[in-house]
Every structure is written in C-alpha cells, then in structure tokens.
C-alpha cells in the first residue's frame, strides 16, 4: 500500500464516518453523533498529512540502483572564479558562480526501514546544495565563499521532520546524508549520479581528466 492508497483509505474512512455522523444527528442520537464526527475529523486529518507527505515525497527521486543526479559543465571566469551550469536528467538547468578551486554538491538520502520497504517505499534522493571549495585550508578560512540552495524552501521538509523526530520514526533512517567534491577547471564537465553508497562523479572529457589527474 503507498501513500496514494493511504489517502484514499483515509479519506474514505472520513467520508463514511461524516455521513454516519449526520445521520445520528438526524435522528437526535447526539452523542453518537459527536463521536462519529470526531472519528471522521482525524481520518480526514491524517489523509491530509498523508497528502502533504506525498507531495513532498515527490520532490525526492527513486533510487533502485545508480541512477543519474545531473552534469556539472564549468567555464573559468577569473582567478577562482567559474561558472557552473548544472544539467538535471529532465533536461532543466541551473547556473552558479563558484568560488574555489573545488565544487561540491550534497544530497540527502531517504531509506527506509523493517515493513515500510513493504508498503513500495523506495530509497529516495534528492540533490541539497551545490558549494564552491578550496583546497587550501587558509583560503577556506580567508577567502569568500559561494553557497546555493538546490530546492526551494518548503512548509513541510520530508527529512527535516525525519530527522527531527527520528525516535518516533524507526522505519526512517533520515540521517544519511552524501557529498561529493572533484577540482574545478576550465571548460571540465562532470557526470554527478547517486547509488547505494551515496554521491558519485566521474569526469566527462579531456579538461576533467587532467584536473583530476593533477588533484592534489
């Protein structure tokens, strides 16, 4: 049973409890009618955290094997400075400005746990910044740095709530977080994919290869 069967059960159950509960109140059954209308409230609630769960859910991509995460293409702008054009699998892009002489890119990943891998819940994972680094440690400390977002914010986080409340929810290992980071160089493109074991990168063609062959 997915979260989809658990809205329509829910909400169903609600549905079938509020048309009881009306018709208690016709025949003057009060109390009953209070009770029934009660019963359908927290159906109808729990059908709308399982939406909101859902919906958020969907934010996140399956994971059954390796599967791609995007295609980083970088071009130098200035001393430390390069442009990143970061291709998803749908084919939607994103551009950055990365200080650094590295780039990383973070993901959060959900697995779930005991009967809930039986309800159809797949790994999930969803890519949850993209960051400019140094090598050096003194550069780290001294100089600028360039950060970004990858998702928009949200009224309801999937991890977040997981990981905040992860003694409740046993099924949910909530805290398995993955990075990874290559050298930046110009005119390097990079292959950025997620398996079990967490972020992959591998580079693309010539300029990626001799900055990784050079990575110190």
Known sequence: MTLNALIAVFGLAGLLLLIAAFRRFRVMNIGSGVLSGLSALVFFLLAAGALL?????RTYQRLTGEEPAGE?????????????????????VAV???????????AHILKWQGAVNLLGFDTAFR??????????????????????DLNPPESLDLWDLAHRFRRWLPWVDA?????????????????????????????LNAAARDAVSGWH
């Open 53 to 57: 769960l859902a919906a958020n859910l």
């Open 72 to 92: 980083l293409d970088l071009s130098r702008v200035a001393p430390h400075i390069y442009q990143a054009v970061l291709t998803y699998p749908n084919g939607s």
């Open 96 to 106: 950055f400005s990365l200080r650094g002489d590295e780039w990383q890119v973070d």
């Open 127 to 148: 890519l949850d910044r993209i960051s400019g680094r140094y090598t050096r440690i003194e550069d780290e400390r001294s100089e600028p740095r360039t950060v970004y």
């Open 175 to 203: 805290l398995y977080g993955s990075a990874t980071f290559l050298p930046m160089a110009d005119k390097a493109s990079y292959e950025i994919s997620v398996s079990t074991s967490g972020l992959l990168a591998r580079p």
